[in-house]
Structures are given as structure tokens and as C-alpha cells.
């Protein structure tokens, strides 16, 4: 096993260059997703924390 | 209990600041305010004590006892008298003054915006909106009772369609990402296919090459995927930004589901991509591969 994880580094080191772009491409793109699934979760969080027992009264009309 | 409200901005923003006039006496039925008690003393007592959510109070470097004039909010004036901790709730961003200062500073005496209303347990909650609606019907402005939550989704409903197209936007970027990783894998197979030939001339099986290269691409969508993931929690920690529109203000969240998923995300990447590649670079014939060998 430790024998193939060492050809496994050992290909993936030969081409650094394109190993570094290619994981930074995944970095890049996973920022974008974590940040934008974040948005979601806080909204999402919002809606899970309101009051169950809890009634707003608001102008009619409005939303 | 009345409450008055006031936002910075009507429209939908990223730099939202709301005041909620609330009754200092009545406020912790409905809101969770974990301040020290002084703090407490000093906003039910003080005309123009204020307590301040934790995110709003960093975005803008508030300490306790601060004097604060909101420029934006028709000049209101008054002092940070306790910080409310952060927790990711409606607090976070909100900034609590007395309902009678609010009134006289600045929406006007006896005027308030909304109610909110606490229904006793055991009692029937959807029961008792048809009769909160009929006893206000004789009031100036006709009234429409919901839940909190239900009311919290009719007000976001705009940011939330954008909310929504943001989701789609994020799987889109795994996508383009998931062919950038196939491309690169595909790239270097042609590189190696001599290479390949020859494992396999010596009796190397094909599922352990393809598990070789799949491996390969794994640790990418890892490395990449623990420095992408790693910058979005630090950015999101560092952020202030206060999404929201009509009061209602939210901030993005990382939980640890949220994170879990990021994961996964990233190394289904690496391996969803390398799988064909290496699939089709170790089922091609050794002679074919052979003759690139020098």
C-alpha cells in the first residue's frame, strides 16, 4: 500500500505545475461553493430559529 | 408587544442597519439577550441605552458605552450599553432601543410598526391569527397575523429567488471545475500512455492503474478542496456583511454539515473526474502504448 502511495506522489510531484494549477482551480471553485452554500445556510438558519409559538402582525398588503 | 421598526435601507442590501424599538420588560419573551446585567439595568432604565448584536457591533467597532449617531437613520443618537452575543440568529445584526425613545426620536409617539404576539403554550397558535386579524379590524391599517417563520419568508421572498439562483451558480462552479480536473487527468494520460503500456506488459491490472490515477486525483480535489474550503470559513469568519431587506438580516453560515458537504464536494470532483480518463487510458492496447515507448 505505502509502495503505491509513493508512486502516487511521485506521479502527481512529477508534473507539479499542473497539479498546483489544477488543485488551485479546485480551491477557487470550492471558495465559491462553500461561500454560496453559506448564504443558503443562513437564511436557512433564519427560518429554523424564528419562534414556533411566535406570531408577527404586520400590514396587510406589504409582503 | 409593539415593536418599531427602522432600516437603513427599504431595498434588499448587504449593509443593512436595523433598529427594533421593543419594551425593554416584555423583550425577553421574545428574544434571546444574553448581556451582563448591568447592561440590562442600563437599557431598561436609560431613554437612550441600546443593545447591539454582536456581528453589527464588530462591523462597526461598537464598544459598550460608545456614544453612536446614525447618520443614515434620521440622525439617531444613543449609547451601546451591552453587546449581544453572536449565535447566527435575528440578534446578530439588531439594534435594540427602547420603544418609547424610539417613538419620540424618531417614528413618532404611540406609532409602531408591528406587533409581535406570544401564544401560551397548549393554546391552539394558527387559531388565534384569524382572531388577532378580526380584533384589528376596526384599526386605521388592516392587518395580515403570521407565524414568525412565515412571516420572515413573505419578506425575504426577493432575496431569497436570488438566494436560489446563487445555489445553482455554486453547483455550476463544480461543474466547470469537475472538467478542469478530467481535462488535466486526460492531459496526462496521453503523457503516460508508453508508461501505462509498460505496467501492464509487466502485470499491473487495469482496476489497480485506474485506482492509481483515480488516487492521484483524489489527493488534487483534497489539497484543493481543504484550501478552498479553508479560505471560505476564514472569509466568512472575518465577514460582517449583513444580507437583508425590511429588517429581516441574515449572514452567511458555515456549519459543520456545510463543511462535510464541501468535502465531499471536492474529492467527488477529483475522482468523478479522473474516472474517465483512466478508465479509457488503461482499456486502450498495450501494443498501441507500447510504441510511443522510446
Known amino acids: 500500500m505505502i509502495r503505491f502511495a509513493r508512486l502516487v506522489w511521485r506521479n502527481a510531484w512529477r508534473s507539479r505545475t499542473r497539479t498546483l494549477l489544477t488543485a488551485s482551480g479546485v480551491a477557487v471553485s470550492l471558495l465559491a461553493f462553500t461561500v454560496l452554500r453559506a448564504v443558503d445556510a443562513g437564511m436557512q438558519g433564519l427560518f429554523d430559529r424564528a419562534g414556533s409559538d411566535t406570531l408577527v402582525v404586520f400590514q396587510d398588503g406589504r409582503y | 408587544m409593539p415593536v418599531g421598526v427602522m432600516v437603513s435601507d427599504c431595498r434588499?442590501?448587504?449593509?443593512?442597519?436595523?433598529?427594533?424599538g421593543v419594551e425593554p420588560e416584555r423583550v425577553r419573551a421574545f428574544r434571546d439577550l444574553p448581556v451582563p446585567p448591568e447592561a440590562w439595568r442600563a437599557f431598561a432604565s436609560e431613554d437612550a441605552a441600546a443593545l447591539v448584536g454582536g456581528t453589527l457591533a464588530r462591523r462597526y467597532g461598537w464598544q459598550p458605552g460608545d456614544q453612536v449617531t446614525l447618520t443614515r437613520l434620521s440622525n439617531l443618537s444613543f449609547t451601546v450599553r451591552g453587546i449581544v452575543p453572536e449565535g447566527g440568529g435575528v440578534?446578530?445584526?439588531?439594534?435594540?432601543?427602547?420603544?418609547?425613545?424610539?417613538?419620540?426620536?424618531?417614528?413618532?409617539?404611540?406609532?409602531?410598526?408591528?406587533?409581535?404576539?406570544?401564544?401560551?403554550?397548549?393554546?391552539?397558535?394558527?387559531?388565534?391569527?384569524?382572531?388577532?386579524?378580526?380584533?384589528?379590524?376596526?384599526?386605521?391599517?388592516?392587518?395580515?397575523?403570521?407565524?414568525?417563520?412565515?412571516?420572515?419568508?413573505?419578506?425575504?421572498?426577493?432575496?431569497?429567488?436570488?438566494?436560489?439562483?446563487?445555489?445553482?451558480?455554486?453547483?455550476?462552479?463544480?461543474?466547470?471545475?469537475?472538467?478542469?480536473?478530467?481535462?488535466?487527468i486526460a492531459i496526462t494520460m496521453r503523457e503516460r500512455t508508453g508508461e501505462l503500456a509498460v505496467m501492464r506488459t509487466l502485470?499491473?491490472?487495469?482496476?489497480?492503474?485506474?485506482?492509481?490515477?483515480?488516487?492521484?486525483?483524489?489527493?488534487?480535489?483534497?489539497?484543493?478542496?481543504?484550501?478552498?474550503?479553508?479560505?471560505?470559513?476564514?472569509?466568512?469568519?472575518?465577514?460582517?456583511?449583513?444580507?437583508?431587506?425590511?429588517?429581516?438580516?441574515?449572514?452567511?453560515?458555515?456549519?459543520?454539515?456545510?463543511?462535510?458537504?464541501?468535502?465531499?464536494?471536492?474529492?467527488?470532483?477529483?475522482?468523478?473526474?479522473?474516472?474517465?480518463?483512466?478508465?479509457?487510458?488503461?482499456?486502450?492496447?498495450?501494443?498501441?502504448?507500447?510504441?510511443?515507448?522510446?
Open chain 2, 91 to 184: 440578534t446578530d445584526q439588531i439594534i435594540y432601543l427602547p420603544l418609547r425613545f424610539l417613538q419620540t426620536a424618531a417614528v413618532g409617539q404611540g406609532i409602531c410598526n408591528q406587533l409581535w404576539v406570544k401564544v401560551k403554550p397548549g393554546r391552539d397558535t394558527a387559531g388565534t391569527v384569524p382572531i388577532i386579524d378580526a380584533a384589528m379590524r376596526g384599526h386605521a391599517v388592516k392587518t395580515h397575523t403570521r407565524l414568525e417563520e412565515g412571516f420572515l419568508r413573505d419578506t425575504t421572498a426577493d432575496v431569497r429567488r436570488l438566494v436560489e439562483l446563487l445555489q445553482v451558480l455554486a453547483w455550476v462552479a463544480v461543474g466547470v471545475v469537475l472538467l478542469a480536473v478530467a481535462n488535466a
Open chain 2, 203 to 294: 502485470g499491473y491490472p487495469r482496476p489497480l492503474l485506474a485506482g492509481l490515477i483515480t488516487a492521484e486525483a483524489f489527493g488534487v480535489g483534497l489539497l484543493g478542496g481543504a484550501a478552498g474550503i479553508g479560505g471560505a470559513a476564514w472569509l466568512l469568519t472575518q465577514g460582517t456583511v449583513g444580507i437583508g431587506i425590511e429588517g429581516v438580516v441574515f449572514r452567511p453560515q458555515l456549519a459543520s454539515a456545510g463543511l462535510v458537504e464541501a468535502l465531499a464536494v471536492a474529492v467527488a470532483v477529483g475522482v468523478a473526474g479522473a474516472l474517465p480518463p483512466a478508465l479509457f487510458a488503461v482499456h486502450r492496447p498495450i501494443v498501441e502504448g507500447l510504441r510511443r515507448v522510446d
Open chain 2, 12 to 20: 434588499a442590501s448587504l449593509d443593512l442597519v436595523t433598529v427594533h
